[in-house]
């Protein structure tokens, strides 16, 4: 008796990676999930007024906005029902003179106890449900990141930032990978005006693969005709984010931001609302209303793609569809609590997430200081 075929292909579809390098589509997508609840609940859109720690995720020109005191930046989020678990922690320190800040931001998204079931059929052809086993597939990434202000004048700030980012994933003892990459993005503020432009994996990012399997392993994959890896490589191509975001004033102590993205890819075509042979356009829109600075209300919809339609049981007819969330924060002292609803899947069995997410600012003994 054979394993049965189905878990198998669960499992070589986690190390399906061609054998020579190329450009590929969704290449290190878990680096695209987000990064703190603020920049989730708002749609995404971040790049133009991203001013925290979580800058060196979203555009590291942002950094400059930490100031005075070093910030750490922690969240964790459950995705599919507890399945996939996404960590992000970062600590920004800003220098003496708030001109410059460097930064290290670390990412986790994980499949963890996915069943193993190549051992299940005994050499005899017996089934031995003991042997089955568990392993985890992970995905982490490293980002150093630096920024430092241009341009400083009353109607006219320029911000820049760069950042280098090392990637390791892994399924289970089978497959691990390295990756390196570098990121660059600029801020100007002019007015209440914000704009911001991240180049994302500028030089492409290369991962390169390698596999381990046992020479029982090895036998299992050939009797059930699945290929063995051996050594595979993939490229993540350069990709674009624009923004533009605007603050109004609705009180003296109220206001509302309003940004506006763009996520320009060029890995092939997408299912977006503008996509070609050579590009994809990605729009994504967020508001805040900041009250006193204590308190946010927060909203944002993004990845607009085309389905087919709920009840059509032709599946001939496509709608358009997209992601909504919502949010809000806190901020008491040096600590802010952030929030996000999100939504993962917005037809008739929409996937919902709840998302926390803490910033501290680390600021010293004042006694001390004195």
Do not use: C
Request: no cysteine; hydrophobic share 40%.
């Amino acid at each position: 008796m054979k394993p049965p075929k189905l878990y198998l292909s669960l499992l070589l579809t986690l190390l399906g990676l061609q054998a020579t390098a190329q450009f590929r589509v969704y290449s290190n997508e878990f680096l695209n999930i987000g990064a703190g609840a603020r920049g989730l609940s708002m749609g995404s859109s971040q790049v133009a007024s991203v001013s925290d720690g979580t800058s060196g995720y979203w555009n590291p020109a942002g950094l400059v906005g930490v100031k005075d005191h070093p910030e750490l930046n922690l969240m964790h989020a459950e995705y599919f029902a507890g399945i996939g678990k996404y960590d992000f922690a970062s600590i920004a320190i800003p220098t003496a003179n708030n001109k410059r800040t460097i930064a290290v931001s670390g990412l986790r998204f994980a499949i963890d106890d996915i069943m193993n079931t190549l051992y299940l059929v005994e050499p005899d052809g017996s089934v031995n449900y003991n042997n089955i086993r568990a392993f985890s597939s992970a995905d982490y990434a490293m980002i150093f990141s630096f920024a430092q202000k241009l341009k400083e004048s009353g109607k006219k700030n320029v911000h820049f930032g760069l950042n280098a980012k090392v990637i390791h994933r892994n399924v289970g003892s089978f497959a691990k990978a390295w990756g390196f990459g570098l990121d660059a993005g600029i801020q100007i503020i002019r007015n209440k005006w914000r704009f911001g432009l991240v180049g994302r994996d500028i030089t492409t990012t290369f991962n390169m693969w390698s596999f381990s399997f046992t020479d029982r392993e090895k036998e299992v994959l050939y009797l059930t005709k699945n290929d063995i890896p051996v050594k595979s490589s993939e490229i993540t191509a350069p990709r674009l984010v624009l923004g533009v975001a605007r603050e109004f004033s609705l009180s003296k102590k109220t206001t509302l931001l309003a940004e506006a993205n763009a996520d320009l890819t060029f890995d092939g075509q997408r299912n977006t609302v503008l996509h070609s042979k050579a590009m994809s356009v990605d729009p994504k829109l967020g508001l805040e209303l900041n009250v006193n600075h204590v308190f946010y209300l927060r909203a944002g919809v993004n990845n607009f793609q085309k389905a087919l339609a709920d009840g059509d049981t032709l599946n001939q007819k496509k709608v358009w569809i997209y992601q909504p969330s919502a949010g809000a924060g806190f901020k008491v002292n040096n600590l802010t609590i952030d929030y996000a609803f999100s939504n993962l899947a917005n037809q008739s069995n929409p996937l919902f997430t709840h998302i926390f997410s803490l910033r501290i600012n680390l600021v010293g003994d004042k006694k001390k200081n004195d």
